[in-house]
């Protein structure tokens, strides 16, 4: 089903056709994104050398759509009592840019505002039955990244999508996220020590204050 999130009329037909064929929503995963070439989204320029619309592309898709998207799910969600609302975001939602970081400030401003908006709905969604989390995920190999794939020199040790997936897929199967609601969450990387079991999650401490947890498929 294709639908540009910059139309507001075509994110509400998407959310309308899912209810009239399967009468619910369980999970909504907000990831659509509004993305230069990753050559110009790493590149480094200064913020006064970026065109408006830069900004206008990468906040538009990306927080604003997260929020649209939301509002339809949640919508749905709370008349049944359950749900579940997951925004991918990154490690740029809590720690932003340094001097020497090459992520432009659109994405890392998004990025911000998306960890906020997941704290903001969570707080609205509190005893809905429905739950809101954010997901950090590793580096990964995604389309765009493949497609301009010089830009980060070796990437080989980059997790795959599919790894994405299977942890929320195990997160959401593992029934523990009414508990998270409001969370900000990151997996162990598939290459790199134990893993626990499928939806487990492991507490520890994060930069900006949330509640940040590990979690990672078996097998």
């Not at 993305?35 to 200064?46: F, I, M, N, T, Y």
């Not at 400030?105 to 998306?114: E, N, R, T």
């Not at 980060?152 to 959401?172: E, K, Q």
Request: hydrophobic residues 40%; proline residues 7%; contains cysteine.
């Amino acid at each position: 089903m294709r639908c540009d999130h910059r139309d507001d009329a075509q994110v509400a037909a998407v959310f309308a056709r899912v209810l009239a064929e399967q009468s619910r929503i369980d999970v909504l995963v907000n990831n659509a994104f509004g993305s230069p070439p990753q050559s110009v989204l790493w590149g480094g320029g200064p913020f006064w050398t970026l065109p408006t619309g830069l900004w206008d592309k990468v906040i538009d898709v990306g927080l604003r759509s997260h929020f649209i998207a939301a509002a339809h799910a949640a919508a749905a969600m709370v008349d049944r009592g359950r749900g579940l609302i997951v925004n991918v975001a990154a490690h740029f939602a809590a720690t932003g840019k340094t001097r020497r970081s090459p992520v432009l400030i659109p994405y890392s401003v998004g990025k911000a505002g998306l960890h906020r908006l997941t704290a903001d709905i969570a707080a609205e969604l509190d005893g809905t039955g429905v739950a809101v989390v954010e997901l950090w995920p590793h580096p990964t190999r995604t389309e765009g990244v493949l497609a301009d794939s010089t830009v980060f020199g070796d990437i080989s040790g980059w997790d795959d999508p599919v790894h994405t997936g299977r942890v929320l897929a195990g997160f959401v199967a593992a029934g523990h996220w009414p508990a998270r609601s409001g969370q900000s969450l990151g997996h162990a990387h598939p290459r790199r020590g134990t893993r626990p079991r499928t939806g487990e999650l492991a507490h520890h401490p994060c930069p900006s204050s949330c509640v940040t947890s590990h979690c990672c498929p078996a097998g």
